[in-house]
């Protein structure tokens, strides 16, 4: 077992190694874990996140500095992700709300809605060649 502080944890998750990935996991998921918490309020989201930043460093675990202490580029690459998932949450919310701004509630106007589209489907069925009618039916 590698004693955390050591240096040769961070040399041997930059190298590859299972092991030591899993000894940073299992020493620092509830710390991280904490961080994120307190600063997204939600437990889910907490999770989440915890596991999108683990899943980075094991990705990017070549280009860690091994000059720099394995915590610090943790919680760096923790605070990263958060950031990332917060605006990528926010692009999604924002474009679905403009997706209800355009189309309206989609339960208000559902049924108008099928009855355009079966009009519209009808119309371009009877525009077609009688050849293609008897393969659209």
């Given at each position: 077992?590698?004693?955390?502080?050591?240096?040769?944890?961070?040399?041997?998750?930059?190298?590859?190694?299972?092991?030591?990935?899993?000894?940073?996991?299992?020493?620092?998921?509830?710390?991280?874990?904490?961080?994120?918490?307190?600063?997204?309020?939600s437990v889910t989201f907490a999770e989440e996140l915890v596991q999108l930043s683990f899943i980075k460093?094991?990705?990017?675990?070549?280009?860690?500095?091994?000059?720099?202490?394995?915590?610090?580029?943790?919680?760096?690459?923790?605070?990263?992700?958060?950031?990332?998932?917060?605006?990528?949450?926010?692009?999604?919310?924002?474009?679905?709300?403009?997706?209800?701004?355009?189309?309206?509630?989609?339960?208000?106007?559902?049924?108008?809605?099928?009855?355009?589209?079966?009009?519209?489907?009808?119309?371009?069925?009877?525009?077609?060649?009688?050849?293609?009618?008897?393969?659209?039916?």
């Amino acid at each position: 077992m590698y004693e955390i502080d050591d240096h040769d944890i961070l040399i041997d998750l930059i190298a590859g190694c299972d092991k030591a990935f899993s000894t940073v996991y299992h020493t620092y998921q509830n710390q991280a874990y904490t961080y994120l918490f307190r600063r997204t309020g939600s437990v889910t989201f907490a999770e989440e996140l915890v596991q999108l930043s683990f899943i980075k460093l094991w990705k990017n675990a070549a280009a860690l500095n091994p000059a720099i202490a394995l915590n610090i580029q943790l919680f760096r690459i923790c605070r990263t992700v958060m950031i990332d998932e917060i605006r990528r949450l926010a692009v999604r919310k924002n474009t679905e709300m403009g997706y209800i701004d355009v189309v309206g509630e989609p339960a208000a106007n559902n049924d108008a809605l099928v009855k355009q589209l079966k009009d519209d489907i009808h119309s371009a069925i009877s525009a077609l060649p009688p050849a293609r009618k008897r393969f659209s039916s």
